[in-house]
Nanobody
């Protein structure tokens, strides 16, 4: 049974930091690229960051570059999102997603809420 379980969300003040984790099971983690998406109230889900299966390549949404860092530990089947200098506009539900391109396969987590507020 495939599972992606996010954790680490919560309430944080502007300028603060949070570290999200996504623990994977039920599939060969090291063969999947991993990504973080977010969806704010009333907005479409957007890709925040993605990391290749080996961890050698990363890409970020322009608005989080320099503030967020995606990383992975293939020995622990876990992907992380370190979020620094958080802003109110980062408030959203954050989801992790596993994707393999050949053959095509993808899985989603259930999401974790991040609220940035005074």
């Amino acid at each position: 049974q495939v599972q992606l379980v996010e954790s680490g969300g919560g309430l944080v003040q502007p300028g603060g930091s949070l570290r999200l984790s996504c623990a994977a099971s039920g599939f060969t983690f090291s063969t999947y690229a991993m990504s973080w998406y977010r969806q704010a109230p009333g907005k479409e889900r957007e890709l925040v960051a993605i990391i290749s299966n080996t961890g050698g390549t990363t890409n970020y949404l322009d608005s989080v570059k320099g503030r967020f860092t995606i990383s992975r530990d293939n020995a622990k089947n876990t992907v992380y999102l370190q979020m620094n200098s958080l802003k109110s506009e980062d408030t959203a539900v954050y989801y992790c997603k596993a994707i393999r391109y050949v053959p095509k396969s993808e899985y989603w987590g259930q999401g974790t809420l991040v609220t940035v507020s005074e």
